[in-house]
C-alpha cells in the first residue's frame, strides 16, 4: 500500500503534531490504551512482526512483546471466540479480522456469542472486546474485499457499532471503544487510512459513544453521512456552496448508540434531508435512519428524504463499474438539488 | 490394589453423581407438567465425565459447557435452587430467567456457561486459558465438547490455537456416540475422535466415561500437566445417553442390546460400587446421601414454583433500556 518505512510511521506521532494519518491515529490510540491498561492485548493476522495489512499495529509488537501482539493463524472464528473468552475472564482485547468481509466467518462468535453473553446470564458478564475491521470499496478488490457491512452488526442487539470518518474520530473513539464495556464493532474504511487531519494532542483524547458530529454547518440541507461518505458528502457540499446551497454534513460516527438529538436538531433547522450510505440500500441503516427522522421529526420536513446509496449489487472488479455501484460526489450533489426543488440534471 | 481414595473423596463424588441423575430425572417430569419450556437435554447416563473431570478442577479454573451442561453446572457446585430457578425461567436463578437450560452461567465459580451452539463454546474456552495465562494466574480451562463439536470447524481451529500457544487447556470430548440421531462412525471415518488430538501435536486418550474414577484419574493428571506448562491435552470420554437427544425424542434409533449394554454400565451404579466396595460406606449410608439428595431436590423445586416471575420492566431496566 504505501513505502512508508515502519520507523518513520511512528516517528512522526509526536514531531508534527499539525496533522496525523487515520492509520497513525489508530495506533496511537492502540499504543496509548496498551500503555494504559496492562489488560488491552491485541490480536490478528499479520498484526505483530508485520504491522498489519494496513499498518494499523506497526511498532506495537516491539514496545508490547509478542505476549500482548498476537499473531493469530488464518482461524477467524476462533480466535475472536478466544477474545470472548478472554473479554469474559477480565482483559480488553482488541481482535483485528482483516476485511469485514471476513466477519462473515465469525458470526456466529460476534452475534450468539458476544453480543449474548450479556443478556442470557442475566448481567454476570460482560464482554469488552473490540473487534477492530476495514470495509468499503474503492481498490478494486472485487466482491469479497470490498462491501459495507455495517447494518448486519447495526441489526443486532448487544453490539455497538462505531464507523470514524476522520482521524481524530478514529482515535478518540478507538480509545472509548477500548475502555466501554459492550461488544463493539469498530468499522474503519480503507480508503481511508492514508487520509490526514488534526488530531488534538491533548492527554486521553476520547469521544464518548453516541455523540455525533457536525462535519460542516449549514442551513439548506443536513447531509447524512458515516465513514467515507462524509469526505465525499463534505466535497459535494463545497461544490454545492457554489450555487448558494449550504448543506449541514451530520457524522453519527458511531450507529449504535445513535445521536439521534444531533440529527434531529440538524433536520428541524433545514428541513430538507439527504442520507448518504456506501453500503447496498436495501435493508441498510440509511433506511432506518429515515424511518426514525420521519416518526419524529415529521412536521419539520418539507419533503420526501432521499436515500444516496449502493447499488443492491455486488461490487465488481473494473474500477468503471465499482464506482458506478457506490455513491459519488455527483449522485450526493444530484439529490441535494432534488430535494430542494432545483433542476436535477445540471 | 491398594486404594488411594478416602470414604469422603468416594461419598463426595457419588452424591454428586446422584445429585444429577435426581436433577434431570425431576426435569424431565418438571418439563412434562409444563413448568420447563424449551429445549431440555437431559444428562443423564454422562454423569461421570462431569464429576470426574470438576473434581480435578480447583477452584481458580475455568469450564465452558454445551447445551447438554447441567451435569457440568452441578458438579462445578451450582446451588441447586437457583439452577432449578433458572431452568424454570425466575428471576432467582442464576441467570435471572435470561438465560435458562441452553445458557446457564456461573461466572463467580468460573463456568463461563453452557452454549446453544454445538461448537459454540470451544474457542471460548481457548480464551479463559490465554486470559489466565495473560494474568499469571494458575487456572486451567475444561472445555467440554461432545462427538457432534468435533465435527464442527472451530474444534481443530482452537485445538489448533491451544496447542501453538501452549495453553492449559483441557479439551473433554464426551462421545456419546450419536448427534441427535447421527452415529459417529457416520459422521467421520476415523471414529476414535481422540486420535484428532496427536495431528495437533497434543496428546490425547480414550476412556471409560462412565467409569468416574477413571476419568477423575486422567483429568487430573492432565490438569497437572497443564499447571506444568504441558497443555492442551484431549479426553475422549466414550459414554452413552440413557434416552433421547431431547426430553422430546424417543431414541428408537438407539439399539435395544447397545442401551442395556450401557445399562450394565451406568456411571450412578458404578460410583455406588466404588463408595461401598473401595469407600467401605454401608448400605444405610448409600441410602442416606440419596435421600439427603431427593430432599435437596424437592427444596429447589419448591423454592424455584415460590420465586417471583421475572419481567421485561426489570430485564429492560437491567440492560439499560431498549437497544
Ligand atoms: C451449530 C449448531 N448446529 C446444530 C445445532 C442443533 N443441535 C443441537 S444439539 C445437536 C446434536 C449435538 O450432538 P453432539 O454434539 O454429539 O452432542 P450431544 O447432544 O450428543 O450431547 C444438534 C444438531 C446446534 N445447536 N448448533
Ligand atoms: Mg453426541
Known sequence: ?346 | MANPYSKAFLTGLYRQLWTIRAFETRCIQLYRQGLIRGYLHPYLGQEAIAVGVCAALGPQDYLTSTHRGHGHCIARGADLRRMTAEITGKQAGYCQGRGGSMHIADMSQGNLGANGIVGGGTAIGVGAALSARMQGKDSVCAVFTSDGGVMNGTFGESLNLAAAWDLPVLFVIENNQYAVSLPVREATREPELYKRAAGYGVEGRRINGNHVLEVYETAAEYVRRCRAGEGPFVIEALTYRHAGHHVNDPGTYMPEDQKEHYRKMDPCLLGRQFLIELGGASCEEVAAIEADVQQAMDDAVEFARQSPETTIEDFLEQIGGDQ
Open chain 1, 1 to 346: 500500500m504505501s513505502a512508508t518505512p515502519p520507523h518513520d510511521l511512528r516517528a512522526r506521532h509526536s514531531s508534527h503534531r499539525g496533522r496525523v494519518q487515520y492509520r497513525t491515529a489508530l495506533n496511537e490510540a492502540l499504543a496509548e490504551e496498551m500503555r494504559r491498561d496492562p489488560k488491552v492485548f491485541v490480536l490478528g493476522e499479520g498484526i505483530g512482526e508485520r504491522g498489519g495489512s494496513y499498518k494499523v499495529t506497526q511498532g506495537l509488537r516491539a514496545e508490547f512483546g509478542a505476549g500482548r501482539v498476537i499473531d493469530t493463524p488464518l482461524a477467524e472464528a476462533s480466535f475472536t471466540g478466544v477474545g470472548i473468552g478472554a473479554a469474559l475472564t477480565g482483559m480488553r482485547p482488541v481482535v483485528e479480522i482483516l476485511f469485514i468481509d471476513f466477519t462473515m466467518l465469525v458470526m456466529d462468535q460476534i452475534v450468539n456469542q458476544a453480543a449474548k453473553v450479556r443478556f442470557m446470564t442475566g448481567n454476570q458478564a460482560r464482554v469488552p472486546l473490540v473487534l477492530r475491521t476495514q470495509g468499503g470499496a474503492g481498490n478494486g478488490l472485487a466482491a469479497q474485499h470490498s462491501q459495507s457491512l455495517e447494518a448486519l452488526f447495526y441489526h443486532i442487539p448487544g453490539l455497538k457499532v462505531v464507523m470514524p470518518s476522520t482521524p481524530a474520530d478514529a482515535k478518540g473513539l478507538l480509545k472509548a471503544s477500548i475502555r466501554d464495556d459492550s461488544p463493539v464493532i469498530f468499522i474503519e474504511h480503507k480508503l481511508l487510512y492514508l487520509t490526514e487531519g488534526p488530531v488534538p494532542a491533548v492527554e486521553d483524547y476520547m469521544i464518548p459513544l453516541g455523540k455525533g458530529d457536525i462535519k460542516r454547518t449549514g442551513r439548506d440541507v443536513t447531509l447524512i453521512a458515516w465513514s467515507n461518505m462524509v469526505p465525499r458528502s463534505l466535497a459535494a457540499a463545497d461544490k454545492l456552496a457554489a450555487e448558494g446551497i449550504e448543506a449541514e454534513v451530520v457524522d453519527p460516527r458511531t450507529l449504535v448508540p445513535l445521536d439521534e438529538e444531533l440529527i434531529l436538531a440538524s433536520v428541524r433547522k433545514t428541513e430538507h434531508v439527504v442520507i448518504v450510505q456506501e453500503a447496498v440500500r436495501r435493508g441498510g441503516v440509511a433506511s432506518d435512519l429515515a424511518s426514525i427522522i420521519q416518526a419524529k421529526a415529521f412536521d419539520y420536513l418539507d419533503g420526501p428524504i432521499e436515500i444516496v446509496a449502493g447499488l443492491n449489487t455486488p461490487i465488481p472488479f473494473n474500477l468503471a463499474l465499482e464506482s458506478a455501484c457506490v455513491p459519488q460526489e455527483a449522485d450526493i450533489i444530484r439529490a441535494v438539488r432534488r430535494v430542494l426543488g432545483r433542476n436535477a440534471c445540471l
